[in-house]
C-alpha cells in the first residue's frame, strides 16, 4: 500500500513556545515586585493608623499609590504588547506630524517637571498606518527619552521624508547606553540600570511596543548612543 509521510518543522513552534513561557515567567516577575511592595506598605499603612502615627500613613500611603502606579502601567503595557502581537491594526493615511505635535504636548507638563527641554522640527508627512499605535510609539520613545535626560538637558525630534522615506529621530542628552547593551534595548523587560529603570518609573517594555509598531508599519528602528553623552533613536518609515 502508499505510504505518506508528512515532515513537520517544528522548530519555529517550539521557539514561539519557549518564548511565550519566558515572557509569562518575566511578566510574574516583574508584577510580583509592586505587588509585593503594595502589600507591605498598605500593612504598614495600617499599623501606623492603629498607633494614631498620622505621619507615617501618609507616608506609606504615598508609597501604596507609587506602587499602585508602577503596577498599572506594567499592566496596562502588557496588554498593548499583546495586542500589537495578536492584531493587524486597520491603516489608515496618518499625518505623522499632527501625531507628534499631540504626543510632544501631551508630554509638556512631564518635561517641564523634568526641566528637560523638548524642541521639534516636523515637516507635513503622511504615513499609512494606525493613528493611535503610531502615537504609542512616538509617546514611548519621548518617554524613554525624558526619563534619562538629567535636568537642564535637551530632546529634540525630527520629522522628515527624503530619499522617498519617512524618518523620524529622537535625540536626548541624556546618560547614555553602553555599547555592549545597544543591540538588546528593544528586548522585552531588559533594562540597562535596573534600579534606575526602577527609580524613574519605567516598565521595560517601551521600547518593545516601540519596535512592535514600527514593524507593523513596514518600518525599521535604530538607536545609537554615546555614554553620557545621550541617544539618538531613528524611525523610518514607508510613506503613504
Do not use: C, W
Amino acid at each position: 500500500g502508499d505510504v505518506l509521510l508528512v515532515v513537520r518543522d517544528i522548530t519555529a513552534a517550539r521557539r514561539v513556545e519557549a518564548m511565550r513561557r519566558d515572557f509569562v515567567a518575566d511578566a510574574s516577575h516583574e508584577l510580583k515586585t509592586p505587588a509585593a511592595a503594595i502589600q507591605a506598605a498598605a500593612e504598614t499603612v495600617q499599623r501606623a493608623l492603629e498607633s494614631h502615627d498620622r505621619t507615617g500613613a501618609a507616608r506609606f500611603a504615598a508609597q501604596v499609590r507609587r506602587e499602585a502606579v508602577r503596577l498599572s502601567r506594567i499592566v496596562s503595557d502588557l496588554l498593548d504588547l499583546s495586542r500589537l502581537e495578536s492584531e493587524r491594526p486597520a491603516m489608515n493615511p496618518v499625518r505623522l506630524d499632527r501625531v507628534v505635535a499631540e504626543e510632544v504636548d501631551r508630554l509638556g507638563s512631564e518635561a517641564r517637571e523634568a526641566h528637560v527641554h523638548v524642541a521639534v522640527q516636523a515637516a507635513p508627512v503622511t504615513v499609512r498606518g494606525s493613528s493611535k499605535d503610531l502615537a504609542l510609539m512616538v509617546r514611548n520613545l519621548l518617554d524613554n527619552a525624558v526619563r534619562y535626560t538629567p535636568q537642564g538637558g535637551r530632546i529634540a525630534v525630527e520629522l522628515a521624508e527624503n530619499g522617498g522615506r519617512v524618518s523620524l529621530a529622537v535625540a536626548d542628552t541624556g546618560i547614555g547606553i553602553p555599547s555592549r547593551d545597544l543591540p538588546r534595548i528593544f528586548e522585552r523587560f531588559y533594562r540597562v540600570d535596573r534600579a534606575r529603570s526602577r527609580d524613574t518609573g519605567g516598565t521595560g517594555l517601551g521600547l518593545s511596543i516601540a519596535r512592535h509598531v514600527v514593524e507593523q508599519h513596514g518600518g525599521r528602528i535604530g538607536a545609537r548612543s554615546e555614554l553620557g553623552r545621550g541617544s539618538t533613536f531613528t524611525v523610518t518609515l514607508p510613506p503613504a
